[in-house]
């Protein structure tokens, strides 16, 4: 089997997902850490990818490739499914950092890809987790499983994912399946909603006039939480000034890669300036991490 990257999560309440919640909808815990991606090669060893890349202990993503290949579980499963791919987070300290102290540096599965001929599925949660179990391998549980669930139900059990943290309350937030489902662009797809997000976002300002547009854009999209995840990716390793200028080119990046098709729907094929744009987002990086300015 070869490498695969995995799908983008998308936010819940976008045209990606919607009507995601109409069914069984499963909800687990979204932790903070790196993808990453465990697979059977055509020689029968392990393979191991992030989210962009395959990976080896010299090319590696701070150990994530070593840790997988010293662990023996992994390349049983695979030798008695050789079909299968194992998706999960590598848990390393990224934005929340009160996980539990023994709760680093392991991977943690979330989801389980089965190539069917040409073809490949996503393998529902009660069926994967036997799996796993027969070789110790760690995964992401199961919160709750709800029957057409509405934004209420939701939030009723946020406060129940904190997997591998002590309380609630700095949980990253949810991700949301269901099996049966594909968008109206035929994609299977989940869904997400991140805490700090959600705070933020609940009373979306909408844009007075023309001009407020893109501030607008800024105000409803550009959140503190997408800021520190981004801040927090180039810091895991230390920070220094000379980051400033890495930070406010990925940040502009990855909002305009996650995020055009969004407020694009929202305000409906708008006449944006991205220039404008542009220096709002940066405007709103200085304001959200001050203390690096």
Known sequence: MNYHSYQHVCR??????????????YVTTKIDGSNACIFRKDDGSVGVGS??????????????ASYVLSEPKFKMFLDKHPDCMLFGEWLIKVHIKNYQHDAWRKVYVFDVMQQVGDTFRYVPYEEYVPWLEEFGIEYIPLVA????????????????????????????????????????YGRQTWAKIVREEFKQTKHEKQPKCEHELEQAIVDNFCTD??????????????????LIPRLLGTVWHEFIVEESWNFIKKYKNPVVDFRVLNQLIIARVKEVKKELF
Not at 13 to 24: A, C, S
Not at 51 to 64: A, H, Y
Not at 225 to 242: H, M, Q, R, T
């Open 12 to 25: 819940l309440h976008t045209e990606d997902t919607d009507g995601i919640l109409n069914g069984t909808v």
């Open 51 to 64: 989210r962009n890349r395959e990976l080896t202990p010299i090319m590696d993503n701070q150990g994530c």
């Open 145 to 184: 499983k709800l029957e057409n669930p509405t934004e209420e139900d939701l939030l009723k059990v946020m406060d129940k994912a904190y997997f591998l943290q002590d309380e609630p309350g700095s949980q990253e937030g949810l991700v949301l399946k269901n099996y049966q489902y594909y968008n109206k």
């Open 225 to 242: 939480a997408f800021i520190e995840k981004e801040y927090s990716k180039l810091a895991v390793d230390g920070w220094n000034s000379k």
